[in-house]
């Protein structure tokens, strides 16, 4: 009974080697303008701005919470500029640096990548990057359909770190995987300053091919994901795991996903009857977006509801449903683009507070 | 070749080798001197010369705290850099005032700071009758006996003429004073013919013609260089005249109680009180005492040549010696302050400085005196006493001492080199120390700690009672300011065997090198390798947390005279992360290290090995043991750099309180407001922090009130508000100072909130039991203090305040009697050398924290005592004889202060179980004040004025305020302060109790049926690190139950009590770690006792019989830091008819907050 999927999977392979198609794991931008362009070397430079205008936004809101603004007025989002490079179509450096942030940690430095793609089904990454985990956290921020990803996923997928992904597709593209091992601590020169590691890995099927919300005219499509992570982190222990559909119908898009991670400090002291030292965090979001076209330009509205709740044990301020709609307009494909959201966090326990806001993004890209 | 030269000659005759000195009002803020703690403003008076500035204010009241303007408030070095120049400069002093007999001059009108013409250099001169430093010292003027002036005189009446005098290539500012009673200024005027820079012809030392008829006549001397007369020689000598030692002894009645040849003589006025002491006919009556109020500041350490940076421990010792430092000084040649850029000195033109205290950054130096022989009163009769001291300014102290060494023209000789880190780097910011070398037989390879103990050796006397170092002086390399980072120091000294050393912080330190210095010397020092921790927090989630490492180590990094920390816990160093990964430098060795986050969280302990060069790392992960949900974390008592006394930057502050656990910083700077919600954004983290502004109001006498959450405005109509619009205290009643903050509401009612409320109660002298005013002797010469001027309209008041623990709970007597014997014990030990001084202050420690652990711990008989007023007949003035200056002996009946012939031998000892008045019990005040329906919301102020670790720490202890707010740090402003009103908090250190009646909780008032039990649910809950030993449940001031809780678990009580309330009444849960282990070392132990200026007058009142009531028996004040937490009442009304107190209001009660209140 083995036998024959073995030796189609063998097939398919064998098949895949044939044809490159790169790293799942996009980046916050593609760049576009080309320096060199040849069959030997592809270089590219490029950017991303975002620029967010808060039109209101309530007394209680603070960006720190999950807010779209803290107060009214303007905020620069993002600012990112970078390179990639393919070398023979097979080897590819990204370098991006975010100009928003000098830590002293991480210094500037986004992304940096060098990946070989010996085929399809065989991707290996090596650097800083995203983690290959969350669908949300996956999917480049210069496409997201709403402004910012959901809360869950901003709190509970680790940031960029440093390490190795390995990736593939399979069945042309109808199941894929990424699997990955990374630093548990952040720090980037200074390397795993803290000790511990992260491993990850993500299992993605398609039946009818990869599903893409930026393809409105595809016919019905799904994918569906399952992806989990543990850190044996410096101190603490955290075990996550996530699962998620994308539907695509003719412009019309569902994404639905649920994500949980559970974190244990290695010395576990008594702690209150009314507490506890082991933390589970849940959240859970649906998206719906439709695209439609007026004058030729691309829009899509989008609406967003999302549950989440940052400690399990507790009932308190930590608990929200968080509601957004907005218009988005891609302006000038893929260069520019225009987005209109409104969102409001209710707290589901305590005093509500006032954190409705509105904002407008100009998003440009290169 | 010669074209150059003439070119150099030309530019050199176009330049004023030594520009000559000026002074001017300042126009624009520009010309100011400016820098962290700078106040000069336009109008104001600068004086500089080629080296440097120096500003004095103008007329009017002073912005800095004392008294008026006419002081200089400024310094700093003419910097050549573009960026420290227009009013950007790095002054670092807070008030430099002249006084004389403890007055300063009264320059608030118009003409009386001016610039006057001087034959020598640039002058601005103050002149202008005289004011108390504080109102009460006035009551010397009645209280004291002086004979110095003629029959009738005032000697109240003081002209004061203050000359700032800056000459030409001198770094130096020359004060003179001239002081006189009873001749009134005499101005020139053109008839009179005298000299242009003639300001007064009386007063004004640049004045040369004769003095007019219309002016009074009178003749200048120069007041005696200190000491002024044969050892032993003191300020109270001066001020009082001469006093027999042991103060206190030698009374006499009548001459016949004299030896032959001497006098029964008055030290006090009639009003005074008796107090009569024989004196020889050439020993000195009471006279005229000059010198200077030092407030140097939070940004400045205080450096005495020889003793070094650790100017507190002589004076602590003389006092546990039983002396007291006005009739026992410091007697040193010069005070220095050393500062990051600048350093100032301070010295007499001639003579010695005496210095009473160092009270962190306030001193008082007294360089001169004049006074009559005892067969020769009124030697000053018309006559005009002139002082003067020198001021010098430095870029380290070595700088600003060699400045007065030069005006003085003592020969110096010149130590200079670079200072290298172990890399060969040149080290910037290291300190290079000059120490005396006395030939040691370890010489010449002897440790700093073998120097100092030869040294120490050498030297002790009746002074320095444990000998004195020998640090002679200190430079810096690189200070602020110096543009070249060049390693280089320079060190000037008189010549002489030296040992130089050079260290940098707490981490790296030279062996001392034995040289002779003379001319001018060379030498370079290499610093050790040093290492570093590496530390991150995570929280459960794996998230990097902000927190705090304690470093615990054998021994401190550095000593203390070379400006080490003092730490009663080994604590060698102490680190706060904002972000959760941090680092910090240390010597190679090993340590024991703390991560923590506030009390409510786990600690990680764990022992660390340094290699030299090497980086070693700890991590972990803190998780939230007690729980607080709905409560949010606030301190309302928080001090950074905008207070005088501190010099915490405002970023570390944020940091600090993060690193705390907390969720609320309400800024209580002194007299100005902060405002830390924009920085608190700025950085990050108003997810997790709220800023809230507020002001500590600071008055000298009245005590300091705090208000919040104010409208903050920096400017109106374009100029800076004075303190941004904080309060003007100066002469202000309480009613008004309280109108003023409530005058800065925005959109929220203020809180007006009491701090360390001991000082405002005992100004007032409130009754323990009424709670009536009840006149203090004060009020007799500060009307501010009258009995009809206490006022109740503040809001909260704390329950406890930093780690002063002793202030808790009043006392009982026998719980006086045990620390007073105690000490007495100890103290006569230490002098018959049966205890050596690290014994002595060993067993000073166990002994205080034992009182202290009595203090706390109530019983039931002490808290039936104390609600039926048992010894509140009693002075309680004294615990043993030890209390009382030498001479009287502490009467076991009364417990006050009298001669051996007064005691009332007949009478009973007072029972121990009685309550000492005399000593606040901040709890016991305010269980009265509810027991008689004034409602007031106890809170907690840490009182926290360092940047990191030391004696205070940021929210400890914490208000947690029942908020029920999701997001502890995100209520707003109007919910927390409803809640804060309604009485929904707890104050804590740690612990955290859950009380309720019910279904009441804290604040709320429970109506229940007559006859009908209630059930009171108390449960407390601790970290794993800290214990809590005893609970205690009290109804109305009774302790109805209490615990003594052994449970391991951080639940350490869950008790459920069914009572029936016989009348209305209110309920409040304490919880105290008194017998297990402390909050230390997350949170410092008291590493020196208390010593202010309570305590340095305590002795002079025992001379002064009518100031006796002003005396209170020694207080402990060094302890562990005990877990505490108390709880606001919960209100029991029986009938559901309004709750009625049980006993009736105070007359300042108010109606609108008060219960029962009519009025």
Known sequence: MWTPILASVLFELLIATATVSGTMVEPDFAPTVAVISSDIVDLRVGGLVQVHAAAMAGDDSLVENGDLATRSGFRLRRARFGISGWFGGQVGVFLAANLLSADEEVGSVSDATLSYAFADWFTVTAGLGKLPFSRSALDTSRRLLSIERPLSVRRIVPSRRLGLTVEGRLFDGRLAYLTSMRNASEGFNLGNRFGGFLYGARLIASPWGMASVDEPDARFRISLAVAGLYEDGPATRTIAATADILATWYGASLQVEALCDRGSPEDAPDVSPELSDTIERCGAYTEIGYAFSVWTVPLRVVARGELFDDDRAVSDGGDVILVSGGLNADVYLPYLRAQLQYQARLERHGATLENDSLVAVLQGTF | MHRTLLVLALFAGCRDSTPSPRAYRIESLDQAIGGPVASGRVGDYLLENDRVRLVVEQSGKSRTPLGFGGSVVDADLVRSEERFRRGRGLDLLGQVAPTANLYLARADGPGTVVITASEAGAEVTAKAEGAPIQQVLAAFNLLLERRFLGDGADYGKIYFYDEYELRPGEAVLRITTTVGFDAPFCPPQPEDGCNASCDDILYDDDCSCDIPARCASAQVRSADPLPDRPAPAGLSDVLLGDLPRPLGSGMCSSDDDCAPGATCTAVTAALGGDFSVCRQPQQRDAGVLIGDMLLFGGHLSPFLPEVGFDTESDIRRLFDAGEDTLSRPLDVELVAASGDGVAYAYAPSDGRVFVPIFGGPFSMGATGGASCANDDPRCLERTLVRSTRLF??????????????????????????????????????????????????????????????????????????????GVVTHARTDPKGDGRRDGRYRLVAPPGDYFVLASRGDVARTRPVPIRLEAEVKLDLRLPKTSRLSYALFDGTGEAMPGKITVGGHGPLRPLELGGGRSADDTVAVDQTGSGLGSLELPPGAYDVVLSRGPHFSIHEERVVLRPGETSQVSTTLVRQVDRTGFTAADFHVHAEHSLDSSAALEARVESFLAEDMDRLSSSDHDTLTRYAPLIDSLGHADQLTGQVGVEVSTQELGHFIGFPLRYQERQDGAAIPGFGAPDWRDALPAQIFGSLRALEDTTPIVVDVPHPYSYFDAYAIDPLTLEPSGSVIALFNPLVNSENFHGGFDAMELLNAKGFDLVRRPTVGEVRFYARGLDDLIAKRRSGELSQVAFERSVHALSTEATRRMLHRTEEEQEAALEGDGVDLACRCGSNGDCAAGLVCDQATLSCVSPLETSSTAAPASDDALCRSVRGVVDDWFTMLNRGVRRVGVGGSDVHSEKGGFHDAGSPRTLVETGATHPAQVTDADFAEALRAGKVVVSNGPMIHFTIDEARLGDTLPVPASRAVTLRVRVERASWYDVDRV??????????????????????????????????????????????????????????????????????????????????????????????????IWVDVDGDGWSPPQSPPSWCVPSKDYGCSR
């Open chain 2, 392 to 469: 010098a300014v430095g870029r380290d102290v070595s700088a600003a001492m060699a400045a007065l060494l030069e005006v003085k023209g003592e020969p110096q000789a010149v130590l200079t080199g670079t200072v290298l880190d172990d890399a060969g780097v040149p080290a910037s910011g290291a300190d290079v120390f000059l120490v005396r070398d006395r030939n040691p037989p370890c010489k010449p390879t002897c440790t700093l700690e073998e120097i100092f103990a030869a040294n120490r050796e050498q030297t002790v006397g009746p002074v320095f009672l444990g000998g004195t170092a």
């Open chain 2, 1032 to 1129: 205690e449940l009290y109804e109305n001031g009774a302790l109805l139950r209490s615990f003594e809780p052994r449970a391991p678990e951080v639940t350490v009580l869950d008790e459920v009590i069914q009572h029936t309330p016989a009348r209305d009444a209110w309920y409040v849960v304490i919880a105290l770690g008194l017998r297990g282990r402390s909050l230390a070392p997350v949170y410092a132990s008291a590493a020196l006792a208390r010593f202010g200026t309570l305590e340095l007058t305590q002795r002079i009142y025992d001379v002064i019989p009518r100031l006796r009531s002003l005396r209170i028996p020694r207080n402990p004040s060094l302890y562990p830091t005990f877990p505490f937490a108390i709880t606001n009442p």
